[in-house]
DNA sequence: TAACTTTACTTGCATTATGCAAGTATTCTG
DNA sequence: CAGAATACTTGCATAATGCAAGTAAAGTTA
């Protein structure tokens, strides 16, 4: 790992605790990434924001090491790693939603979306909360991943 | 200010914009405070987490410049400031509150909350985040505040 | 009213984390 | 088998943070 990360200073707040784990610039980018079909590390490094590879690394070891993120083989790859959320990482999706819809509001001029999400960002949060985890679910029965956590409602 | 943050990439996704404000360890620590009731800058240093006094000018200052925060003069003193959330601040109670329930469940072992809030979180989400707001809205009146979003949907 | 304390900061310096370019070890592809 | 792709790691410069100390104005106490 690029880093220790000594400094936390243990506070038994829930929030503290909450952002012990995905309280820096990069790690809920990635998580974005794997809420909406991203699966591969050049993906992630594909994203808008440029993440550089020995952050992207150190980010998704973490993020396994709390359980939120594990990894299968490609089934027509032996090196190459699909990356895909468990069930407590695609709950983070009740985080990053609001936070999607604040800078909606609140940042409206600078926000693009592709028009495909601002569309289903339409039917509603929950909705759109619904379809994401589902089509998450067809990915996982697709790859064999047994998809407990489906309907998560935190 | 303590930093340029210059390497903000510019994307144009609503979730890194959104990060841009509070994607860092101690912003939302900070949003936590003035939600729950602090409002000087001693008492934000005073929470557990053990934030220094340089960043916290400096988280303070960004959050003003973004418009989350604003502050009055202590009505008893020339030389206590008084901080406090605008409507575009208290919206991140949607953005707080999911992942204070996220660590709630996931890492709840860990986590320790004083039994006042551990009660009115027992009345569910809504509820929780209505009464808080309530709260505020309350300080505002007294404090001359035109007390503007109390009614914050997102 | 002089001395002490409080408040809201700033400054300086050491330590950590990040950005960037480059390198590496497998694995696949033509 | 040569070259490209994938998932990393390494090294080094730069930026952010932690910590201790300092400061200026205001308030409090003797």
Redesign the pocket.
């Known amino acids: 790992m690029?880093?220790?990360?000594?400094?936390q200073?243990h506070s038994h707040c829930p929030l503290a605790l909450g952002l012990d784990i995905v309280g820096?610039?990069?790690t809920l980018l990635i998580v974005r990434d794997l809420l909406f079909g991203k699966h591969?590390?050049?993906?992630f490094l594909e994203s808008d924001e440029?993440?550089?590879?020995?952050?992207l690394?150190?980010r998704?070891?973490r993020l396994q090491a709390q359980t939120v993120v594990q990894?299968i083989h490609?089934p027509?790859?032996?090196?190459?790693?699909?990356y895909y959320l468990t069930g407590k990482g695609k709950e983070l999706i009740h985080v990053v939603v609001p936070l999607v819809r604040w800078s909606l509001k609140h940042r409206q001029g600078e926000v693009q979306i592709p028009a495909q999400r601002a569309a289903a960002l339409q039917q509603g949060p929950e909705q759109f909360i619904r379809s994401t985890l589902q089509a998450l679910a067809e990915w996982e029965s697709a790859h064999g991943i047994d998809a407990m956590g489906t309907h998560t409602r935190l």
Do not use: P, T
């Open positions: 690029v880093s220790k990360k000594e400094h200073a820096d610039h990069w591969e590390f050049k993906e440029g993440i550089s590879s020995n952050i690394s150190d998704l070891a990894w490609h027509q790859s032996k090196k190459r790693k699909l």
